[in-house]
């Protein structure tokens, strides 16, 4: 059996920059970090003693007998890719998903991580980022950028860097103090709104050459914001988070609604410096940047939402139980029968 933990991350600046269509072209950046709200990948062989031969739980429960069954599109390639069979595989998490953390990546890379487990493989965090951005966007198709994979598997406070040959990771090089007055400043709420992201991105993968302008200056971003935390200039990382969502909700119209607007704008009047929807837009969690004195009004404010608290973490995915399996693929076939 093995159990996996990755983290959620919380996008700050560069969103769109991570599309190959622009990356390929222009080159791109994020600044991100991953933080301590994670989900939970349990997996271990099922025992042959079943009318199924899986057992996938998440949001609803599957079992079937053949993987060409499974309905759930990254469970079904990820077993495909890796060979898998006979699986009893469980899904858990701290915050719901399709809210802008990155949730579906975070599980890609747990379930990946938990697969090579199972094999008795290692598998360093760059192949697990890359085999999920694989399993993602080419085997399952799906829209998007490929940050969100790298964040769940190297955590950390980081700077990525795309260009036609892959990705870098840089670590952001701040002190102590400065990067916990940023995460003290920052505040998390949750607008009760959840969206099928690929639908937003894929609108944002039309607006790519339309939008270079915008998306040029949000990579520009990345390096203004690097300067404002290496300079201890924690309260010009706010406002520039202002200056992300009105350029995000430039490009795509979609990101935003009335009802976003109208909270956004309550937390800027209460005295928050800046903020920004996170991941696609249209819901999910809304980021507050908010100095200390000024959180209470805030919180007043935005009283019908609720607020969640997170600290940073570095960890990234990782294994927090494994134990090896005897595994007989004779029990398939012989079930099979």
């Known amino acids: 059996m093995v159990i996996t933990q990755t983290p959620f991350r919380i996008s700050f600046f560069g969103g769109g920059t991570d599309f190959p269509g622009f990356y390929e072209k222009h080159g791109g950046q994020v600044l991100s970090t991953s933080i301590d709200k994670y989900c939970y990948v349990t997996v271990r062989h099922l025992p042959p003693f079943f009318e199924y031969s899986n057992n996938i739980v998440y949001s609803k429960c599957e079992q079937v007998k053949h993987v060409d069954e499974i309905e759930h599109p990254l469970v079904r390639n990820a077993m495909k890719h890796l060979d898998m069979h006979d699986l009893t595989i469980l899904y858990d998490a701290d915050l719901p998903a399709r809210t802008g953390l990155g949730t579906s990546s975070s599980f890609a890379v747990g379930l990946l991580s938990a697969f090579y487990s199972l094999k008795g493989k290692y598998v360093d965090k760059r192949r697990l980022a890359e085999e999920a951005i694989y399993l993602e966007r080419v085997l399952c198709n799906e829209s998007g950028g490929i ?5 769940a598997a190297y955590g950390g406070l980081n700077k990525i860097i795309f260009g036609p040959g892959g990705f870098e990771v840089h670590p952001m090089v701040v002190s102590g103090g400065v990067k916990d007055a940023l995460n003290d400043n920052l505040m998390l709420f949750f607008t009760g709104l959840s969206r099928y992201s690929f639908t937003i991105q894929m609108e944002q993968e039309k607006n ?29 990382f706010g406002r520039l988070l202002d200056t992300e969502w009105e350029l995000k909700r430039e490009i795509n119209g979609k990101v935003s609604n009335p009802v976003i607007d109208g909270h956004y704008d309550r937390a800027m009047e209460a005295g928050a410096l800046g903020g920004k929807l996170l991941g696609a837009g249209g819901g999910g969690f809304l980021l507050i940047y908010a100095p200390k004195e ?14 969640i608290p997170f600290r940073f973490e570095t960890g990234g995915s990782r ?3 494994y134990v090896p399996e005897i595994y007989d693929p004779m029990e398939k076939r012989m079930r099979e029968k």
């Open 208 to 236: 790519l050459e339309r939008k270079n302008r915008q998306l040029l200056r949000m990579k520009d971003l990345v390096d203004e914001a690097e300067r404002t935390l290496v300079e201890g200039r924690v309260d010009d």
């Open 294 to 307: 000024k959180q209470t009004q805030v919180r007043q404010a935005l009283g019908g939402l609720m607020e």
């Open 319 to 321: 294994v927090l139980y």
């Open 147 to 151: 940050q969100d994979q790298i964040a």
